[in-house]
């Protein structure tokens, strides 16, 4: 099938580069010229893993292009994928100026029927809408159905998730085109789930909204768990193992960040109150969100006190592991925090250096060296857990350091290894563990 996917961002890049893999003919289209220039060069410019290999196997064999010219790609295609941004307004609504103007492009250049599919997460109603756009806007009298196919891969793993899918949804009021849609991602053998488009589109807003609840649920039973003396990780294992509550994303930590959590919650508390619907339980899953990035923080100042003039190794920037991205990621908020305490920052991280840099205030500086950051510290952070930062010895790290204090955001480690490593170690939702010279 001749396939157009349009924005190569996360989504539209891994989703080109597999449904090529899959055999179809597919073209993506980018306004960003660098980002094309870069892709023809066989250079991905996120880092995922296994992407870049995958993605110069089907340029070479011919299943993959790259151009910025809406004319090449939308004149042969049968399938139309939107996969733009739809980044958060200051109000917290999803903001469609990106998806608008594909829709602009789209009604210049279509010529033939093809389906045109919205992969971009985009609040109940964006397709209807956008179809409308098109047709008030369409330059040759052609006609064309839309089809709501909202995206679930994450980032880190988004190749895996693209061939093991617990689901693909497909909203659509058009069987012909719901058909052709089918036939696209047949081969990734993944059941269909088939619903009209304002439930695909809200589904995909439930999905995530749900996920981060779960997240902000167990992070406040942690805050527990350390009053009472419980641990957080056991009471985790212990919930999940009910099938009816499932063991994904009960992982406590120093809440969720990335570029689809923060900003979808912010949005369906927003599609909510358009509807005169105060989505009160969403609201308070934020609230506890941008409380918990707080945490590390609290916990450093009831250990020191005062945090001026200490220097603060932070290990993982990303928002987590094995992804570059730093789209709200916690890193952002916390080492401006300490900054603003009056610390010194300086940041380790195995691949996100680079993005660091141009988001984080200009005082933290960097290093790729994980030992050169830790040495002379006051204390380190953990932030994301990478596996080149859950490797460490922490007997070996303690000793680089001024003072063997750890403030472990992402429970790296087992409690007996700290006590075995003689340091003070502070993790979430578990006893901390302090060294005892007597
Ligand atoms: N990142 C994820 O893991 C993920 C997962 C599921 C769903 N989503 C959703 O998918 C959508 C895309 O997310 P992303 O992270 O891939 O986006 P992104 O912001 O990283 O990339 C978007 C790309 O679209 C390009 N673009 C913007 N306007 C364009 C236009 N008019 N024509 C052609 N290209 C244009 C940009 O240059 C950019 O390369 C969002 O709605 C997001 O919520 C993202
Ligand atoms: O138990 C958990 C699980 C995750 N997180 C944090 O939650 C955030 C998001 O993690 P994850 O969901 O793994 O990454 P994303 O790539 O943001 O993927 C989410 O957002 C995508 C964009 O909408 C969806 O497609 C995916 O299904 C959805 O999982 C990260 O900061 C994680 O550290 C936790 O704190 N505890």
């Known amino acids: 099938m001749k396939v157009t996917v ?83 307004k200051q109000d917290g609504t999803a903001d469609l100026q990106f998806v608008e103007s594909v829709a602009a492009n789209i009604a210049l250049y279509i010529k033939k029927y093809a389906v045109i599919v919205i992969k971009s997460t985009v609040p109940v109603g964006t397709n209807h809408y956008i179809g409308e756009l098109i047709k008030k806007n369409l330059v ?24 093991n899918g617990d689901r693909i949804v497909l909203g659509s009021d058009s069987s012909k085109a719901l ?31 749900f996920l981060a609840t779960k997240i902000s649920f167990i992070n406040e039973i942690a805050k527990i768990c350390e009053k009472v003396g419980a641990n957080v990780e056991d009471v985790a294992l212990g919930m999940g193992k009910d099938k009816r509550i499932g063991e994904h994303f009960l992982k406590a930590g120093i809440g969720y960040g990335g570029s689809c959590f923060p900003k979808d919650t912010k949005a369906l508390v ?15 899953v934020i609230k506890v969100n941008i409380g918990q990035q707080q945490a590390l923080i609290e916990k450093a100042i009831s250990y020191f006190g005062d945090l001026s003039e200490k220097k603060i ?32 920052v300086i940041a380790y991280d195995p691949v996100t250096i680079e993005n660091a840099k141009k988001i984080l205030n200009p005082r933290v ?10 040495y002379d510290a006051d204390c380190v952070f953990i932030l994301t857990e990478w596996d080149q930062i859950k490797q460490i010895d922490l007997r070996v790290a303690g000793r680089l350091m001024k003072n063997p204090v750890f403030f472990d955001g992402r429970n790296c480690f087992t409690l007996e290894e700290a006590q075995r490593a003689e340091i003070d170690y502070f993790s979430i939702g578990r006893s901390a563990v302090i060294r005892n010279f007597d």
């Open 6 to 88: 349009i924005g190569t961002g996360y989504v539209g890049l891994v989703s080109g580069v597999c449904y090529a893999e899959i055999g179809h003919e597919v073209t993506c289209i980018d306004v960003n010229q660098d980002k094309i220039a870069q892709l023809r060069k066989g250079k991905s410019p996120i880092f995922e893993p296994n992407l870049e290999e995958l993605m110069n196997k089907n340029i070479h064999n011919g299943k993959l292009q790259f151009t910025d010219n809406y004319l090449d790609g939308i004149e042969h295609a049968e399938v139309i994928l939107i996969a733009v941004g739809t980044p958060c």
């Open 140 to 163: 040759h009298d052609t006609d064309f159905d839309m089809v709501s196919n909202p995206e679930f891969l994450r980032e880190g793993t988004a190749i895996k998730d693209t061939f």
């Open 179 to 209: 058909a052709i849609v089918e036939e696209l991602h047949k081969q990734f053998n993944i059941p269909y789930f088939l619903t009209d488009t304002r439930s695909a589109e809200m589904i995909k807003y439930a999905a995530n909204a």
């Open 270 to 284: 927003q599609i909510a109150g358009n509807v005169e619907h105060d989505f009160e339980l969403l609201r308070s």
């Open 313 to 344: 190794a932070i290990l993982g920037l990303s928002f987590k592991p094995n992804t570059d991205d730093m789209r709200d990621a916690a890193s952002v908020v916390i080492t401006d925090k300490l900054i603003s305490l009056g610390a010194s």
């Open 365 to 374: 500086t960097f290093n790729t060296n994980i030992n050169e950051v830790m």
